[in-house]
Structures are given as C-alpha cells and as structure tokens.
C-alpha cells in the first residue's frame, strides 16, 4: 500500500526516526522512545510483508504496547543512587551531626551556623559556642541537644 505514491516503509521509518527525536530533544525519560522503536519495527515488517492500512495499525498497536512494556521493564529495574538521592535532604544529611552554637539557645530557640548557612535550633539552654547534636528536624528548624 501507498500512500502519496510513497511506499509505506517511509511513513513507519519517518514516524520512529521522528518519535525516537522527540524523546532525545523534547522529554527524555518518557516512552517516546519506545513506540518510536515500535514503528521502526513497523517498517522492517512493512518492507517484508505486504499489508493492509488496518492490518498495519493493529500490528503497530501490539508492537507499542510490547514496546511500551519493554520500556516500563527497562526503567523500572535501573537502580536508584541511593547517595544522590539523599544528597539535599536535610532530615538525612543533618541528623546526627556535632554543630558549635552561633547564638546561644534561650527561650527554646538559637542559631547554628552548617557549613555556609545559618539555621533556627530549638533545644535546652545553652550558652554561645557550646556543642550540640541534631536529633531532628522540624519543618526548617533543627531540634538539637547537648553534645
């Protein structure tokens, strides 16, 4: 079958090529790529089997939902880097560690200064300079004690 006197491996080849670049260019991470890869299929088939426009689109269908699975399968089983995933959360990176007191603790609340920040702490009375241990973090606020 063709279609504007082209055969139709060119449609499927075009398709695949163009899907296959929107995943590159436009969202990558997302399954572009996949039915992409479908339709490339698509076209080697095309260029072996003479097909009907229906009998076409219902392969390409169980082709992108193959694809599609494939995809999922592959993504799902990457492993996750467990250091990159905890690098900017705080409740992770901070509890546990030994800080000086930048302005004592009165009233229930001081500062503390983390490498080039200042944060809020909330714990016993204690006086400037003196070594605390966050335990915890509440919203932004450090829940410390004495070291």
């Known amino acids: ?6 055969p139709q491996i060119w449609g499927w080849l075009g398709a695949g090529l163009l899907l296959i670049a929107g995943e590159v260019l436009l969202a990558p991470g997302s399954y572009l790529l ?3 890869i479908a339709a490339l299929l698509m076209a080697a088939i095309t ?3 003479p097909l009907g426009l229906a009998s ?3 392969i390409f269908g169980i082709l992108a939902l193959g694809c599609g699975f494939a995809g999922w399968r592959v993504y799902g089983a990457r492993v996750e880097n467990d250091a990159a995933r905890d690098l900017h959360d705080p409740a992770i990176t901070m509890v546990g ?3 000086t007191l930048s302005s004592a ?3 229930g609340t001081g500062m503390v200064r983390v490498d080039d920040s200042v944060w809020r702490v909330s714990g016993p009375e204690l006086p400037l300079g003196a070594k605390v241990r966050v335990t915890a ?3 932004s606020t450090l829940l410390v004690e004495a070291a």
């Open 137 to 139: 973090l509440d919203g």
């Open 34 to 36: 996949w039915i992409g």
């Open 56 to 58: 076409e689109l219902a």
């Open 47 to 49: 260029a072996l089997l």
């Open 1 to 6: 079958m063709s279609l504007l006197g082209l």
């Open 105 to 107: 603790i009165e009233g």
């Open 97 to 99: 560690r030994v800080l």
